[in-house]
């Protein structure tokens, strides 16, 4: 029998109680500070009409990752901005704060912070951070990170433009393609015989045996601020997107979750910036290593681990422990968190990238892909109907997805979309 979708709803009273380090300020930031990389560019926000059209909605916008920075999913956001973040603090430099918070449809403010005399600086950038002065300051630094391929890939490209060292550990079943990527960019890198959670332990005692920096995009207690960063790198997507909708208010958000932490500082953006009017936000998991849905189905203030091979074709979500700090802004501003099959990835790879109408085509991976394939299945699918209620879908609803990723696994690809096949991992 196929496997099926499940769903935990909660209600929230209390989104807007609100001291995190995920507001539209932070974001307002982060996206300061990547304005200022070459070849920075808002990634696209498609309009996919005809797809709502025959879902029955009002409207449905795909945010297409795969155009981040050359590197084909979204993770160079976070691992850039916290190491600008490490640079800055090294350096006893702040990162930029924009004069004034900005509301719905409104314009965002410029970049810039108070220095000591009252007087305004230009925020820390890009070529401050690789600047000849900076390298010789900072002396040489040893990056280290644990990564299924597209957080390493970011963290490897920015310790490359500094001209730092990066070395990426992967679990067992990386894919070589992911692999090279990161060897490309300079990092040493090696796949381990260690599933996600456990490489990310090996990391982490590598950095405190060598003296290296865990840039590691979860957190633990005791291992809050890069993490942090990282998140708040990630929310200059957030924002672009609220830009690129206008006025248009989505009804409904889904955000994928691995560990929760790019969907818990998103969560928090898209509740800061709506204050009351905010989005329904549903996460998505693979059900294979689903520990935001089981932390949320338990409901007993402990975030709740799954173990073993996390098999799921989602690589990029494929972890069994939940980031703290992702898991407390999810817990205050996610309605829903859904545990889902391989299938629902592969549906959400095929309908984005064989668009109808004159629906802009999304080229999008398994972790990309599975907000979307989500959206359709269930409202298309009539056994689905109670599930579709809670999460309150139907004809006014205005959906936005983000594809989090391009094909990082091309081989892979070609076989869910071409040939309709996936390999049981
Ligand atoms: C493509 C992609 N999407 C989503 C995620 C999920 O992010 P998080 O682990 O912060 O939940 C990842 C994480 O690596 C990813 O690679």
């Known amino acids: 029998m196929q496997e099926t979708i499940k769903l935990v709803h909660h209600e929230k009273k209390d989104a807007l109680i609100n001291a995190s380090p995920f507001t539209v300020k932070h974001a307002q930031t982060a996206r300061s500070f990547h304005s ?174 060598k003296g290296w920096i865990l840039i590691q995009d979860t957190a633990w207690e005791g291992y809050e601020e890069i993490p942090t960063w990282i998140m708040q790198g990630y929310m200059t997507l957030g924002l672009e997107a609220v830009e690129q909708l206008g006025g248009r208010k989505p009804t409904h958000i889904f955000l994928q979750a691995g560990v929760g932490a790019m969907s818990g500082a998103l969560a928090a953006f898209f509740t800061d910036y709506y204050g009351a009017d905010k989005p329904v936000i549903t996460i998505v998991e693979p059900n294979k290593a689903d520990c935001i849905y089981q932390t949320a189905l338990a409901d007993d203030g402990r975030v709740h681990t799954v173990t073993g091979d996390l098999a799921t074709i989602m690589a990029g979500l494929a972890c069994g422990v939940p980031c703290t700090i992702g898991w407390n802004e999810l817990n205050r501003c996610a309605e829903n968190f859904a545990s889902v099959p391989d299938w629902v990835a592969a549906k959400g790879m095929r309908i984005l990238g064989n668009p109808a109408g004159t629906d802009r085509r999304v080229i999008s991976g398994e972790s990309g892909a599975v907000t979307t394939g989500f959206v359709c299945e269930v409202m298309q699918n009539e056994s689905l109907a109670e599930l579709r209620q809670t999460i309150g879908l139907d004809r006014n609803s205005v959906v936005l997805c983000i594809s989090t990723e391009g094909d990082t696994d091309r081989e892979n690809y070609r076989r869910i979309v071409w040939d309709g096949k996936y390999p049981s991992c």
């Open 36 to 209: 200022t990389f070459p070849g920075y560019a808002p990634t696209p926000l498609a309009e996919l009409d005809t797809l709502a059209e025959t879902l029955g909605i009002a409207g449905m916008y795909v945010k297409d990752e795969s155009y981040r920075f050359g590197l084909n999913a979204f993770k160079g956001l976070g691992g850039s901005y916290s190491l600008g973040c490490y640079i800055a603090k090294k350096l006893g430099k702040e990162m930029s704060e924009p004069t004034v918070a900005a509301a719905p449809g409104k314009e965002m403010s410029e970049p810039v912070s108070s220095d000591s005399a009252g007087g305004k600086t230009q925020a820390i950038s890009f070529s401050d951070i690789t600047s000849e002065e900076t390298r010789r300051k900072l002396g040489e630094i040893t990056f280290v990170t644990a990564t299924d391929g597209n957080h390493g890939r970011g963290v490897a490209w920015t310790a490359h433009m500094l001209g730092q060292k990066a070395v990426v550990y992967m679990p067992k079943g990386s894919v070589q393609e992911r692999l090279e990527n990161i060897r490309r960019l300079g990092a040493e890198a090696e796949i381990t015989d260690m599933n996600y959670d456990d490489t990310v332990a090996f990391a982490a005692r590598q950095a405190e045996e």
